[in-house]
């Protein structure tokens, strides 16, 4: 199954799963109880949930798809900002005497995800070898950056 974007929607297992036009997803379990969510991470919760109701109930299918949808806490406005267009890279300068710990690198090692001092970072090595940062900051905040590179580097890959 794909959205109209032709990105494939989060696959779960028991679960049908689609997306309207306003950018909400809709969940059916087999067993009836449906759910809605905002985002693909909501999706995988919402199906973890509807499996886990399904098996730990003693509701009929008929109660269960009479039931209103579960739902994400909070309005639909409180989905996650969209990544900023513009990713600031500036130059690396360290900020701890301790070594930067690497978490993660991009399949070619253009990009590394690093933790410095209990902040989050993607580094990249600029031009004359030297090194670039971008979204320095809590780990929700450099992760979106990081999200965003990977998913541009393989966009772009050859
Ligand atoms: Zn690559």
Not at 109 to 117: D, L, N, V
Not at 135 to 141: D, E, I, T
Request: charged content about 25%.
């Amino acid at each position: 199954m794909a959205n109209r974007t032709g990105a494939p929607l989060p696959d779960i297992p028991g679960c049908s799963v689609e997306l309207d036009d306003s950018g909400t997803y809709h969940l059916t379990h087999h067993s009836g109880r449906r759910a809605i969510a905002y985002t693909e991470r909501q999706v995988i919760l919402a199906g973890m949930a509807l499996g886990a109701l399904a098996t730990l109930t003693d509701k009929s299918p008929q109660e269960f798809a009479e039931a209103p949808p579960l739902q994400p806490i909070g309005p639909p406005q409180e989905r996650p900002e969209p990544a900023p267009a513009a990713i600031v890279w500036r130059p690396h300068v360290p900020r701890s005497p301790r070594p930067i710990r690497v978490y993660g690198h991009s399949c070619c090692r253009a990009y590394e995800w690093c933790c410095e001092a209990g902040q989050f970072f993607v580094l990249r090595e600029g031009e004359h070898g030297r090194l670039e940062e971008a979204g320095r900051g809590v780990y929700a905040k450099a992760r979106q950056v990081w999200d965003e590179l990977l998913a541009e580097h393989a966009r772009t890959h050859i």
